[in-house]
């Protein structure tokens, strides 16, 4: 239910050697000011405070994806704003929806494992509507994924996925770290917009609760970090509203392990 970073770090997950990367041994680089400085930090709370959840029924894929594209118009509208505020120039993400693993995009074949995938090259979400989703479509699971992958077009625009992109220089070690920290962000991320909308969707607590539960319980991920964390992260935004709660970049090491 989360993106690869991109092919190379999905690659790296899978145990890829890297090739021209500094050794582990070598002192790691202060990250740059973009990502721990980034004006996206000093927004504020995110300015939409509604959007309309569209109803969706058990294993429909149609349903399922105008679902999608409603929250992505919501998505859309919250955080243009908050990029524009932050004097960087907003552009919208394509969305496509796919009914099985494999199909190809522009940073390769769709993964096994993957609920969905963003990809910086063509600014496009690719979201697999399987059987296992769209089995308990009315669990928050559908905007929690589309939030979290918008979170990693927030981080594109921003000028950040260009900077952790560059490989050169970094160890595998150092790639795992940043790994975890854009997808903790991106948890993040996703946390503020569904926190921001909440009172609007007319959902009981127990249906976020729910979501935190099942990431404390989940799997410990080296590329997206512990199970404990991604639930923090996710709590972490919801409560804050703002992306401000989300610089995994000055977190320390434990937040983001």
């Not at 995009?105 to 063509?122: R, S």
């Amino acid at each position: 239910m989360r993106s690869p970073l991109l092919a190379i770090i999905a690659a790296a997950a899978a145990g890829v050697l890297f090739t021209g990367t500094a050794h582990a041994g070598t002192a790691a680089a202060p990250f740059k000011p973009v990502l721990t400085k980034n004006a996206i930090y000093k927004t504020g709370k995110l300015g939409l405070e509604q959007c309309a959840e569209q109803p969706v029924q058990r294993d429909d894929l149609d349903g399922a994806r105008v679902y999608l594209e409603f929250l992505v118009d919501c998505l859309n509208t919250a955080w243009s704003e908050q990029v524009t505020k932050a004097g960087f120039t907003f552009s919208k993400p394509k969305l496509e929806v796919i009914a099985k693993p494999g199909a190809p995009t522009a940073c390769g074949k769709f993964p096994e494992g993957a609920q969905a995938i963003y990809c910086p090259k063509n600014s496009k979400i690719t979201f697999l509507l399987d059987p296992g989703i769209l089995s308990e479509p009315t669990d928050l699971f559908l905007m929690e994924v589309i939030a979290h992958e918008y979170g990693h077009h927030v981080q594109n625009v921003t000028g950040m996925l260009k900077v952790v992109d560059d490989l050169k220089g970094k160890s595998k070690a150092r790639v795992y770290d940043e790994s975890r920290r854009v997808e903790l962000q991106a948890e993040c991320l996703s946390g503020a917009f569904i926190g921001r909308v909440w009172h609007s969707l007319g959902r009981r607590d127990f249906d976020f609760k729910y979501i935190v539960k099942v990431a404390q319980n989940g799997f410990d991920y080296s590329t997206h970090g512990k199970a404990s964390n991604i639930a923090w992260w996710l709590k972490h935004g919801f409560d804050a509203e703002s992306p401000g709660a989300c610089n995994t970049w000055s977190a320390p090491k434990a937040r983001v392990a």
